[in-house]
Antibody, heavy 123, light 108 residues
């Protein structure tokens, strides 16, 4: 079955760029019908959708983060990545990658998810 | 953006109880509503998609219903492993995808 795994630095300095990669195994990121997503969760808080990408490179971002977010895909490595620029302490969160299944007239849903990675923004 | 409001925010119940969690959307979202379960330190897990479809492998004691603006997640007979936080999520009008604030289900 498809599995996702986040990787990247666990500590980022304020004003720098947070960079994470999600490696997909057990299936191809180029499979149609799926978007590849980033979602974050501030400590003790709820879930915030960051954005997603299709294997073709089409992206959709949360308007609240759009000016700072870039999501890219590398189909040759079966990976997709997140860059969040100009980070502050408010960006400290657990970052999850997830596959978004899209079904016409039924919507879309996130499954499976990676285990998540805590990124702390601190000097 | 479509706002999702869950009630209650927290709930205490006993093993064997029937539990219902409600999710209300700020505008109609048809049946574009999903439910997730999250245990401490773990990623969310998809339980219900498209309002009432049970995800493969999820026990049948979980069920979902509703359409338009009002939705419910029901656990027919609580098991010890069901104590967790539950989130609803809409995919009707995106971006952005939005989640409810969560309902924490605790042992009484």
């Amino acid at each position: 079955q498809v599995q996702l795994q986040e990787s990247g630095p666990g500590l980022v300095k304020p004003s720098q760029t947070l960079s994470l990669t999600c490696t997909v195994s057990g299936g191809s990121i180029s499979s149609g019908g799926y978007y590849w997503s980033w979602i974050r969760q501030h400590p003790g808080k709820g879930l915030e959708w960051i954005g997603y990408i299709y294997y073709s490179g089409s992206t959709y971002y949360n308007p609240s983060l759009k000016s700072r977010v870039t999501i890219s895909v590398d189909t040759s490595k079966n990976q997709f990545s997140l860059k969040l620029s100009s980070v502050t302490a408010a960006d400290t969160a657990v970052y999850y990658c997830a596959r978004d299944s899209v079904v016409a007239a039924r919507g879309d849903w996130f499954d499976p998810w990676g285990q998540g990675t805590l990124v702390t923004v601190s000097s | 953006d479509i706002q999702m409001t869950q009630s209650p925010s927290s709930l205490s119940a006993s093993v064997g109880d029937r539990v219902t969690i409600t999710c209300r959307a700020s505008q109609s979202i048809s049946s574009y509503l999903n439910w997730y379960q999250q245990k401490p330190g773990k990623a969310p897990k998809l339980l219900i998609y498209a309002a009432s479809s049970l995800q493969s492998g999820v026990p049948s004691r979980f069920s979902g219903s509703g359409s338009g603006t009002d939705f419910t997640l029901t656990i027919s007979s609580l098991q010890p492993e069901d104590f967790a936080t539950y989130y609803c999520q809409q995919s009707y009008s995106t971006p952005p995808v939005t989640f409810g604030q969560g309902t924490r289900l605790e042992i009484k």
